[in-house]
């Protein structure tokens, strides 16, 4: 199997950014094609009640890739620091426990949920009119949640491993087999939503495959090592999982963020404009990963190049990528903000007719959603570096202000202040606070810097 070599130490640390980012965002976007793919099948083939009910169970998603992400960015951070010091067993001990650790977080809630799926529904705030189709997509949803974890760390850990293009090529195939297998059950064969749940998790059961077998077969440097079971082994497991814990926190508390968006955005809509309220918002929410994408595939490409340096101590390499990973995020930012803005009538009519009650509630909000963009793509890599550079209170501390200190308060105080337009403006007020914060923690950092400088 073809492998990229990659210096992390000496090729300027652009051309590594670029070398990473482009694999990275195109795998990362396939993804999330599937997933606004799947709407339009959704949309055109069952209805915005079909949307609705996605939209609903996909906190769950959004909750489970978290912890994937979560212990893929630790391990990945704590591997990357262990290879550059030469301790290559050590690395690769921390991806098997990793590994293993998901599998069993995975495996049982979501033996509870099967056994449970309209209490599950009930839970996620489905109404009685959506209840039935929630239940039916949960079925047949809730087995992709252990898949999806296992792509979120091997992803982590394959691009480590020097092969950027074998991880953009996991979603890719995940992508494609989704894609196919969801037009073909939902018209062809008529399966409704169970048909757009179970291509879902055809889709990625395949792309974690690939990943598992490139570990167990084909890693240069991180292939999976023997587990000890001893009670010693397991005391020091736990030790290193709680480490890539710590250090990917953030990371999770990224995906939760997303999933707080969709659980709270879902109760205001349904509150303020009812079942069609919340097919707007799911319209818009089929958008979401690809901002999100953007933002993490910047700050993923950046983090094995910063990390890397940051444990030889390479201040200089580590400044300027992420100079160029903040410049990057802001000018994504603009380009989708723009896009949102200017063209939310063709958005939208992919997934609906814009004759459709919750397409024309979509339209009107789309504009004042998008200005959350350029703020939202910044924060995410803000937040990559600090994990980079194993600071794991900045990083959880800003994780913490956009996904729950300003955002809960924003969904609930913003509609009751400013009428509709509050409940499209939440996000934008919640990331735009953490930026200021932001802001304001770099100017006390730079100040402080600039102090001992002179006292020198």
């Not at 252990?146 to 195939?173: E, H, K």
Request: hydrophobic residues 55%.
């Amino acid at each position: 199997m073809k492998r990229d070599a990659i210096d992390l130490g000496t090729v300027k640390v652009f051309t590594l950014f670029k070398k990473y980012f482009i694999p990275t965002l195109f795998g990362m976007l396939s993804m999330s094609a599937v997933t606004a793919i799947d709407g339009i099948f959704v949309g055109h083939g069952i209805g915005s009640d079909g949307i609705a009910a996605i939209n609903i169970c996909i906190p769950l998603l959004m909750l489970f890739t978290g912890v994937g992400l979560m212990v893929g960015a630790g391990s990945s951070v704590v591997a990357s620091i262990q290879l550059s010091r030469g301790k290559s067993k050590a690395a690769r001990i921390n991806v098997t426990q990793a590994i293993l650790f998901v599998t069993v977080v995975a495996l049982i809630p979501s033996v509870l949920m099967m056994a449970y799926p309209s209490a599950t529904a009930r839970l996620l705030g489905a109404s009685e009119h959506l209840a039935p189709l929630v239940r039916e997509y949960l079925l047949w949803f809730v087995p992709s949640l252990m898949f999806q974890m296992w792509c979120s760390v091997c992803l982590f850990i394959i691009r480590l491993d020097g092969a950027p293009r074998l991880a953009m090529m996991c979603n890719v195939a995940a992508a494609l087999i989704s894609v196919l297998l969801g037009w073909l059950f939902i018209f062809p064969l008529g399966w409704g939503l169970m048909g757009a749940a179970f291509a879902a998790t055809i889709g990625l059961f395949a792309g974690g495959i690939i990943g598992l077998v490139y570990l167990f077969r084909f890693a240069r440097k991180l292939r999976f090592y023997p587990v000890k079971w001893s009670v010693k082994s397991m005391r020091l497991s736990f030790r290193n999982l709680g480490y890539q814990c710590r250090i990917g926190s953030s990371a999770l508390l990224t995906e939760a963020t997303l999933a707080t968006l969709m659980f709270v955005g879902n109760q205001v809509f349904m509150k303020y404009l009812g079942d069609n309220g919340v097919g707007a918002f799911g319209i818009v929410c089929y958008y979401i990963p690809f901002v999100f994408m953007v933002g993490n595939a910047i700050a993923q490409s950046a983090q094995p190049i910063i990390s890397y340096n940051f444990g030889l101590g390479y201040r200089s390499r580590v400044v300027a990528t992420e100079r160029i990973a903040l410049l990057t995020s802001v000018v994504s930012g603009g380009i989708i903000m723009a896009a949102f803005t200017l063209f939310p009538h063709i958005l939208v009519g992919l997934f609906i007719s814009p004759d459709n009650p919750a397409a024309r509630i979509a339209i009107a909000g789309y504009p004042y959603f998008s200005a959350a963009f350029i703020f939202f793509i910044l924060n995410l890599t803000v937040i990559g570096y600090y994990q980079s550079v194993e600071r794991v209170k900045p990083a959880t501390f800003l994780a913490l202000l956009r996904g729950f200190i300003f955002l809960i308060p924003s969904f609930i105080l913003l509609p009751q202040a400013i009428g509709t337009k509050g409940i499209w403006l939440a996000l934008c007020l919640s990331e735009m606070l953490t930026t200021l914060v932001i802001i304001v923690i770099y100017s006390r950092v730079t100040r402080k810097v600039c102090l001992q400088q002179r006292t020198e």
